[in-house]
């Protein structure tokens, strides 16, 4: 166990749908980041929060949005969903921000599926 | 931004075999060199991870070698084990920069 919890483990839902994934880092890490992972694929980073402020964004549709709030939990929002979406979306949390070097922990993830 | 290659795609070995995994990063102000480890249907995990002032790393049965000038860097996993079946992950980090770029995989099977 990593310390990093996201809800739901499985999400399935129709195209069009929004749906919102939430992610609560381990316990003293202020930085959070998301990533999409589809089927045979690499990990694709989406975005990333540092103590409620984004910090960086990668790959992540206009459809996708995300925010940290002051308990330093994020959610991460999926609108007008489209096949394509049906992925494995990790979060990771780390102690540090940029400048300095360590370990990214894992969420289990949340295995979305667009019907 | 930083562009991370990673080869080969699959590797099968046989029980006891060496595995060796090589990726390559495309900007040379990449300092951190991790490697994931994700078995199927599970999280990454970090098995090992290198800076760029060392260039080499082992623990226990894997290592990790970075060559700065010609900026590639490879997993060496030993004597494999059926375990160490899973989908191997490199990423690179640059110094000023806040995420990790992530190579595209590597399945790897060990044949009993």
């Known amino acids: 166990d990593s310390g990093v919890t996201q809800t739901p483990k499985h999400l399935i839902t129709a195209t069009g749908q929004r749906v919102t994934l939430r992610c609560s880092p381990r316990?003293?890490?202020?930085?959070v980041y998301w990533y999409q992972q589809s089927l045979d694929q690499g990990l694709q980073f989406l975005i990333q929060?540092?103590?409620?402020?984004?910090?960086a964004k990668g790959n992540i549709l206009e459809r996708f949005s995300a925010q940290q709030f002051p308990d330093l939990h994020s959610e991460l929002n999926l609108s007008s969903l489209e096949l394509g979406d049906s992925a494995l979306y990790f979060c990771?949390?780390?102690?540090?921000?940029?400048?300095?070097?360590?370990?990214?922990?894992f969420g289990p993830g949340t295995r979305l599926t667009v019907l | 931004g930083e562009n991370v290659e990673q080869h080969p795609s699959t590797l099968s070995v046989q029980e006891g075999d060496s595995a060796v995994i090589k990726c390559t990063y495309s900007?040379?102000?990449?300092?951190?060199f991790p490697w994931y480890k994700q078995e199927l249907g599970k999280r990454p995990q970090l098995i090992i991870d290198?800076?760029?002032?060392?260039g080499e790393k082992k623990d226990q049965r894997i290592a990790v070698t970075l060559n700065k000038t010609a900026k590639h860097f490879s997993l060496h996993i030993t004597e494999t084990q059926p375990e160490d079946s899973a989908v191997y992950f490199c990423?690179?980090?640059?110094?000023?920069?806040?995420?990790?770029?992530f190579g595209a995989g590597t399945t790897v099977t060990v044949r009993a």
């Open positions: 990771a949390s780390s102690e540090y921000t940029s400048g300095r070097v360590g370990e990214q922990f």
């Open positions: 316990s003293g890490d202020l930085s």
């Open positions: 929060y540092y103590n409620g402020e984004e910090r």
């Open positions: 900007d040379s102000a990449s300092n951190y």
């Open positions: 290198i800076r760029s002032n060392v």
């Open positions: 990423a690179a980090k640059k110094a000023d920069d806040y995420k990790l770029s």
